[in-house]
């Protein structure tokens, strides 16, 4: 291959080959964290997803670059892109339908993936500046959001009842000796569970 041919293929598609070397590193790392397995609690959860969309994003950037290279029968710019003779055959090989290339639903499955990651990092990122707020309520339960523990918890002055201790466990509440308190994961769910606990005191 020309040397002038190869500096037009970096020249049209230099983001695509910067992923492209990013690419086996980074979704080495996501393979690591595992997609969708990163705990909210986990300290570097924000780090972790960053790697993983980085990652999807190589791999994304990948596949267009190899679909324009297949629309142009470019094998040679397919080599030059780093690709394994078995995969450039298998670009070119059709599917049930005579596509070739690869195909459209794993990249709008990607892309899917990547914008829940990205709401999920924006989550995360919107929670960091949170803080902690308590309300002591008429019964006298204090209603805390643990922002630095990342919990809801209701705080009793005594031990509840079994019946109240049910109610707490069935909507997923449970009991940290450490905190004095029964809590979940902050959350909206756990916002709306808490509410069904204390309209059960209530009554």
Known sequence: MSGVYRAKIHANFGKGFDALKAGGEMAARAASVGTGGISSDDPDAIEKLKSELVALEAQQARAILANRLVRKEDRDGLAAAGFSAPEIAGLFT???????GVPAFRLTNNGANMRRIKARIELLENQATRETKETRLESGVRLKENAEANRLQLIFEGKPSAEIRAELKSHGF?????EGAWQRQLSNGARHAADCVLRK???
Do not use: E, Q
């Open 94 to 100: 059709p599917d049930f339908a005579g596509r070739l």
């Open 174 to 178: 449970r009991w940290a000796p450490s």
């Open 201 to 203: 005191l209530s009554d």
